[in-house]
């Protein structure tokens, strides 16, 4: 199972918006709504930000959201603050009972 | 609260085994699955399988299937994962979460285990 595919980095400046995009298959993405988002700060374990492609656990403040268009998911950050600054990755169900993790986001705020 | 804590690193050498264990409490242990998650050093995460602490049930991601073995001890709330045959690229951080299977996700993880593999 190949993983899913984020972009490397992106960036955004306090107060503005970004979206992170995670492109799978209509094996894992485009065949369940069981994307969920994690946030990955430095030497600390993932913290689950969204489940079932737009879902916030409690908790989670609404500045994250979620959505899925075909084989692609995207996690959106608005009004952007330094403590966003983290790594984000996204995992699917695959449907063969296993799950699959996206490479990976560095998300930087300037 | 809920909290699934880990044992300490491991120092191990090529060839070797190595078995982690998370500690389950503040829930009904049997009620979620136990899935682990490995991150070697500035890489992304890797989702290594997943067991039913219910009935045993297991799921093994296909790259270490015979290598990997997870167990549950319902007597003590501990989840135990062991891998085999431990190669230089094993050299992660080992983490444990609970998996909420009626939103395919991983809620609550264990604090991360490192192994390191080296002669």
């Known amino acids: 199972q190949s993983a899913l595919t984020q972009p490397a980095s992106v960036s955004g400046s306090p107060g503005q918006s970004i979206t992170i995009s995670c492109t799978g298959t209509s094996s894992d993405v485009g065949g369940y709504n069981f994307v969920s988002w994690y946030q990955q700060h430095p030497g600390k374990a993932p913290k689950l930000m969204i489940y079932e492609v737009n879902n916030r656990p409690s908790g989670v403040s609404n500045r994250f959201s979620g959505s899925k268009s075909g084989n692609t998911a995207s996690l959106t950050i608005s009004g952007l603050q330094a403590e966003d600054e983290a790594d984000y990755y996204c995992?699917?169900?695959?449907?063969?009972?296993?799950?699959?993790f996206g490479g990976g986001t560095k998300l930087t705020v300037l | 609260q809920v909290q699934l804590v880990q044992s300490g690193a491991e120092v191990k050498k090529p060839g070797a085994s190595v078995k982690v264990s998370c500690a389950v409490s503040g829930y009904r242990f049997t009620s979620h699955g136990i899935s682990w998650v490995r991150q070697a050093p500035g890489q992304g995460l890797e989702w290594m399988g997943w067991?039913?602490?219910?009935?045993?049930?297991?799921n093994y991601g296909q790259k270490l299937q015979g290598r990997v073995t997870m167990t549950t001890d319902t007597s003590t709330t501990t989840a135990h994962m062991e891998l085999r045959s431990l190669r230089s690229d094993d050299t992660a951080v080992y983490y444990c979460a609970r998996h909420v299977g009626n939103w395919d996700a991983f809620d609550i993880w264990g604090q991360g285990t490192m192994v390191t593999v080296s002669s």
């Open positions: 067991i039913s602490p219910y009935n045993g049930n297991t």
């Open positions: 995992s699917s169900y695959t449907g063969d009972t296993t799950r699959v």
